[in-house]
Nanobody, 125 residues
Framework: QVQLVESGGGLVQVGGSLRLSCAAS????????VGWFRQAPGKEREFVAG??????????SYADSVKGRFTISRDNAKNTAYLQMDSLKPEDTAVYYC????????????????WGQGTQVTVSS
């Protein structure tokens, strides 16, 4: 089992940047796919970004709404994944969750079996 802890959320103005971290324990994160999802009040959980398992090529995938603004990465030495968020918009406001698992398509919550507790990102207009 993998335990995940997110950090780095906070309040930022429109156009600002935040870097979210996802620290893993329990097993080697490089053996898992990692996904970032977000959920705003009254909305469904939404895929944001994902990175595939290392042996499968560590492919990345992004939601259309964040392409060109967000970057997912993984530091195997630190057993930590990151989500760099630039040019933030008010619609990016949500609780952001890190997930680990097989992640075959990277985009579906059901493909992940371990989830963090979430970190709040608020973008003020």
């Amino acid at each position: 089992q993998v335990q995940l802890v997110e950090s780095g959320g906070g309040l930022v103005q429109v156009g600002g940047s935040l870097r979210l971290s996802c620290a893993a324990s329990g097993r080697t994160l490089s053996r898992d796919a990692v996904g970032w999802f977000r959920q705003a009040p009254g909305k469904e959980r939404e895929f944001v970004a994902g990175i595939g398992i290392l042996w499968s090529g560590a492919r990345t995938s992004y939601a259309d709404s964040v392409k060109g603004r967000f970057t997912i990465s993984r530091d195997n030495a630190k057993n930590t994944a990151y989500l760099q968020m630039d040019s933030l918009k008010p619609e990016d406001t949500a609780v952001y969750y890190c997930a680990a698992g097989r992640g075959y398509t990277l985009m579906r919550p059901g493909e992940y079996d371990s989830w963090g507790q979430g970190t709040q990102v608020t973008v003020s207009s």
